[in-house]
């Protein structure tokens, strides 16, 4: 009998090797977004309603990997995005990924 019933079965696969819990969506950060508007010459208003989710990279201190996705896209074929990992499995809802150094406040999008 499992007397543990305050532990989740399965929640190892949304906390990463070194014990830390990925981040939900979330609205883009300010500079990410002025890169996509400015530098890469998008919509202001798509860009704005896009969401990210990022995990922290372990090589690099305050620098993040992120995924940028249509949560209206996400939402019309039925997805919930919990974080990171969750679109492992879809790359075809992956808009843009790439790195975000908050310290530096550089960003790399592919």
Do not use: C
């Not at 190892?12 to 014990?19: D, F, R």
């Not at 860009?47 to 939402?75: C, D, G, Q």
């Amino acid at each position: 009998m499992n007397w543990k019933f305050w532990k989740k079965e399965g929640q190892a696969a949304s906390v990463p090797a070194n014990g830390s819990k990925l981040a939900k969506p979330k609205e883009l950060p300010e500079s990410v977004g002025r890169k996509m508007v400015t530098g890469m010459k998008l919509d202001p208003d798509l860009v704005w309603s896009l969401r990210y989710v990022s995990r922290p990279m372990e090589a690099r201190k305050n620098t993040s990997e992120f995924r940028i996705f249509n949560p209206e896209t996400v939402h019309q074929k039925g997805i919930v995005v919990k974080n990171f990992t969750s679109l492992d499995d879809l790359p075809d809802l992956v808009l843009y990924s790439g790195f975000y150094d908050k310290s530096a406040s550089s960003v790399e999008i592919h």
